[in-house]
């Protein structure tokens, strides 16, 4: 089970830390993924990482400003989000995959069997 938390409305350039509490299972093996939707556009790859922490993997829309990370002893997976642009506004959602999925996988939705339900961002100019 997977819960996303820490979405809301902040103006141009502010942070914000989304996080996922991810239960129900042993996560050694496991990719842990952010992706996002926006109004009327497809759901896309946001961030990625190995439960490991050995691999991460970010979009380049979001390189430099956006960083995943994980707590392998609170089983929880972060999302630092700095310099915030409108074009960021998305529902935020969590997911994971059974496998360590190597770099170049990461960023397809296909590979990720478990989703949140989501949380949404707003980002106002």
């Known amino acids: 089970q997977l819960v996303e938390s820490g979405g809301q409305s902040v103006q141009t350039g502010g942070s914000l830390r989304l996080s996922c509490v991810v239960s129900?299972?042993?996560?050694?093996?496991?990719?842990m993924g952010w992706f996002r939707q926006a109004p009327g556009k497809e759901r896309e790859f946001v961030a990625a990482?190995?439960?490991?922490?050995?691999?991460?993997s970010h979009a380049d829309s979001v390189k430099g400003r956006f960083i995943i990370s994980r707590d392998a002893v609170k089983n929880m997976v972060y999302l630092q989000m700095n310099s915030l642009k409108p074009e960021d506004t998305a529902v935020y959602y969590c997911?994971?995959?059974?496998?360590?999925?190597?770099?170049?996988?990461?960023?397809?939705?296909?590979?990720?069997?478990?989703w949140g339900q989501g949380t949404q961002v707003t980002v106002s100019s």
């Open positions: 990482i190995r439960w490991s922490g050995s691999t991460t």
């Open positions: 129900g299972g042993t996560f050694s093996r496991h990719t």
């Open positions: 997911a994971a995959s059974q496998r360590s999925l190597i770099w170049s996988s990461m960023g397809s939705m296909s590979a990720y069997n478990y």
